[in-house]
């Protein structure tokens, strides 16, 4: 089932639950709880990406407003009916999983509720506005807390990470402008369901970025890695020799302390270091044998000029530059241990033994670290 | 792009003199930034002197949210990283509104000016140019909708029925004044550069309701809500702007793959590109849907990356290919529907590569056959045959459209070729002989085989036909 089937199934079916209970019950408070109870389900389905972050779903800023529009009861009769609603329609990976996932919103929610109902009975004054905004903003940051817990639980595995975190910012600012505008605090009136659904556009537009952005990144990987076999197609290279440099690259410059973008250049001058070397002539038509330093300047002539300017600098003959003397030394690595970790020991003490000119004693101390040490080489 | 600074246009971008050049011409734009800085100094003394001051605590807070998203705009011409300054400005209007402070909106506008590479450079024309820009058109967003909405109590869907209009007077201050500053510095006309600039004009629309809701809630429950409305609303655009940033990145990439190929065989150069535009006009003829244009364009861009397996002097060479030498040259195909293939995105298109892409079979069901292919392979038919090569002039454009028109139904899918045809046609283009853009290869053979374009690979026989 695509989302936007189960988007539809799920609005359908709110509108539906929703005018019933109208019906039923004219001016009650259920109507709107409903339509809640259907945007959780929504939410579920709205998740945002944000580069290496987990997914975090838009339904927690919605169990917010519910936290503010419900009794306690009420919030766990529609909260555990949205719960089950989206367990069905979930995008089927194991039944174990979905369960895994349903128990973690369960007790995200709950406890969420709890900080949410303890802050506010502790405040002296539970109408001020800042104490209400203290305890949503708790409720969100509970919420995801639990989320981020059971993640680590499954993957047995302790890790915590700021990146892509201004999505849980975006998402946590949201659920408390909803909620309090939902309500109002102090006599102030509120906007109802309007707010939630003002509210959340923001959220939508940064939902449908983070995807735009996770597959564009993801073309643009795979890009740049089916250029880098292009050399390999073309019996210049050993088959894997890109991919290998380009890992062998990435673990000495994290070893020596390059930063991320320093990396990401890295990598990007491995994969394609030898690039230039298919627009040379052929030895046998130009009578004189290639010499590896043209095809490195070839590939960096290339890539400045369609500007990748620092990966072209670190794929230059003359590089002078830590990335440079890092690339030289992993290709270097990769013709003499003929891509086989057999030859790994054998091909660092010929680096060793080479002149003292030829390769930086810095890259060479990181590789007789990261090959021969206990690191196995970490992909970026 | 929500508000034009003069940070988001060409003419006035990070250094105005690459383009302003005439002394003459840098004279104007300073004597309008000068002239317009002393109107709104004159204008915000008066409205001070003539009172009420607007309060300290919404000023500030507007005003350090209006500066810093302005200087977030991270790549500007683009829809959606637009600044969110209208809605600042239109939440300003409201919040002062029982108080009737012109002053407020003003200052909260021209706080727009403060964007921090402008401060660095110490670019004062630029500083005081958006300062006095966008503390006018604030200045005649509020005039019109305190006109309209008067002050005490409103309901709010007056208010959002208001700021239409206000949002209009908003916009039209701000690109005209843009328009103006830009037409001084280039000498352009004016109303080119309105016309070019009002296109964005709709997107202020959304932005300007969120103001209203902005200046509501505001009232309503204090300054505690605003970083709560504004903070989301900035992390969705920091977004878009890294996935126009990592777009941007994808394209270099794509670039290095072209020139890795022009480098290698100067006679394609931007064979790639003119067939991403012929790809492009054919797509827009057949109706195909704007998510699958990118597609196409990619494929377009990338059709020939397996010629970099092919050696130069193949390439390159004049005459005719022998049997060996034309294996050879064929396994670029092989090696295009590969590298195609392993690009997710680009997978179900993978056969534009190959010249079995051309080869037109119709058949029953039409959704398993994507029609990409075959837009790709008339486009590179087209382009191979109105270019020069190393191996032969280039034919006129109306021998390639009689070639294409004969091999319609056979090679070529008819409804694509008479796509191509039309789409140049209404567009006047022509292309070919003389026309083309590399007309340096005056030594070019006017016949002859070679392997450059895929419409050219059939060992020839009686030389005047290209495309097979």
């Known amino acids: 089932m695509t989302r936007a089937s189960r988007v539809l199934i799920v609005a359908a079916l709110g509108a539906l639950a929703a005018a019933v209970t109208q019906v039923l019950d004219p001016g009650g408070p259920w109507s709107a709880l409903v339509v809640l109870g259907a945007a959780i389900v929504l939410g579920e389905f709205f998740l945002l990406r944000p580069g290496r972050r987990a997914p975090l779903p838009l339904s927690f800023a919605f169990v917010m407003v519910l936290m503010r529009a419900a009794s306690s009861g009420d919030f766990a009769l529609v909260l555990l009916g949205a719960l089950a609603v989206a367990f069905v329609l979930r995008p089927a990976r194991s039944m174990s999983a979905r369960l895994v996932t349903t128990a973690s919103r369960l007790v995200g929610a709950a406890a969420a509720l709890g900080v949410y109902l303890l802050i506010l009975e502790l405040a002296l004054r539970p109408d001020e506005i800042g104490v209400v905004l203290l305890a949503l903003g708790a409720a969100g940051v509970v919420q995801i807390g639990v989320d981020d817990a059971a993640r680590m639980l499954r993957a047995r595995h302790l890790s915590w990470s700021i990146d892509g975190r201004l999505a849980d910012l975006a998402l946590v600012t949201s659920g408390m402008l909803m909620s309090v505008a939902y309500r109002g605090t102090d006599g102030t009136e509120g906007m109802g369901l309007w707010a939630p659904l003002l509210f959340s556009i923001p959220l939508l537009a940064a939902w449908y970025s983070y995807k735009r952005l996770a597959s564009i990144r993801r073309t643009h990987e795979q890009t740049i890695t089916a250029l880098s076999v292009v050399p390999e197609l073309a019996g210049l290279a050993r088959s894997g020799h890109a991919e290998r440099v380009a890992d062998l690259s990435v673990a000495l410059g994290d070893d020596l302390g390059l930063g991320r973008h320093e990396l990401e250049y890295l990598r990007t001058a491995a994969l394609l270091h030898h690039l230039g070397h298919l627009c040379l002539d052929d030895p046998e038509v130009r009578g004189v044998p290639i010499q590896p330093s043209e095809v490195s300047d070839k590939g960096a002539e290339i890539l400045r000029r369609t500007g990748y300017l620092s990966a072209g600098d670190l794929l230059a003959s003359d590089s002078a530059s830590l990335g440079g003397q890092i690339l030289r030394v992993a290709s270097a690595f990769d013709e003499l241990s003929v891509g086989d970790a057999a030859f790994a020991d054998a091909a660092v003490e010929a680096l060793f033994s080479g002149p003292g000119y030829v390769y930086d004693a810095r890259v060479l101390g990181a590789l007789e670290r990261v090959v021969i040490g206990t690191a196995v080489p970490a992909r970026f | 792009m929500c508000d034009h600074g003069a940070e988001d246009l060409p003419p006035l971008a990070d250094h105005p003199e690459d383009r302003v050049h005439e002394p003459n011409q840098q004279a104007r734009v300073t004597a309008l930034c000068a002239g317009l800085g002393i109107a709104a100094t004159a204008t915000a003394v008066a409205l001070g002197a003539r009172g009420p001051w607007p309060v300290l605590l919404p000023l500030l807070t507007l005003a350090v949210l209006h500066a810093f998203s302005e200087s977030q705009i991270a790549i500007p011409h683009d829809q959606l990283a637009s600044s969110a300054g209208v809605m600042l400005c239109m939440g300003a209007m409201v919040v002062f509104r029982d108080s009737e402070s012109y002053l407020g909106p003003m200052l909260v506008g021209a706080a727009g000016c403060l964007n921090i590479p402008h401060l660095m450079g110490w670019e004062w024309r630029k500083l005081l140019f958006n300062a006095s820009m966008f503390a006018f058109a604030a200045l005649a967003g509020t005039s019109v909708l305190w006109f309209i909405v008067g002050s005490g109590h409103a309901p709010p869907a007056e208010l959002l029925l208001a700021s239409l209009p206000a949002a209009l007077a908003y916009a039209v201050v701000n690109l005209v004044l843009v328009a103006l500053v830009i037409a001084l510095a280039t000498g352009q006309r004016l109303l080119a550069m309105i016309g070019l600039v009002s296109k964005e004009y709709l ?191 280039a034919l006129t454009q109306e021998i390639a459209f009689t070639e294409l028109q004969q091999n319609a139904g056979k090679q070529f899918d008819p409804r694509v070729v008479d796509a191509l045809i039309s789409a140049l046609r209404r567009r006047g283009e022509v292309h070919g002989r003389g026309h083309e853009a590399a007309v340096h290869h005056e030594d070019a053979p006017e016949a002859g085989t070679g392997s450059a374009g895929l419409g050219d690979l059939m060992p020839d026989t009686d030389g005047s036909k290209v495309a097979r």
């Open chain 2, 203 to 393: 997107i202020y629309l959304p932005f300007a309701f969120l103001g209203v809701f902005l200046g509501e809630l505001y009232l309503e429950y204090g300054v505690v809500l605003v970083p709560l409305f504004v903070v989301p609303i900035l992390v969705a655009r920091q977004a878009y702007s890294a996935y126009l940033a990592e777009k941007e990145q994808h394209e270099a990439t794509v670039r290095i793959l072209i020139g890795a190929l022009e480098a290698k065989d100067p006679y394609t150069a931007g064979h790639a590109e003119r067939v991403a535009t012929y790809v492009h006009y054919i797509g827009i003829e057949l109706g195909v849907p704007a998510s699958r244009l990118e597609r196409l364009r990619l494929a377009a861009l990338m059709h020939d990356v397996g010629k970099l397996v092919v050696p130069n002097h193949l390439l390159n060479k004049p005459g005719k290919l022998t049997a060996e030498e034309f294996t050879q040259v064929r396994r670029h195909e092989e090696v295009s529907f590969e590298i195609l293939t392993r690009i997710d995105f680009l997978a179900p298109v993978a056969r534009s590569a190959t010249t079995k892409a051309g080869e037109f079979a119709p058949v029953a069901d039409e959704r398993d056959q994507p029609i990409e292919p075959h837009i790709v392979a008339v486009a590179d038919a087209y382009d191979a045959m109105t270019s020069t090569r190393s191996y032969r002039k």
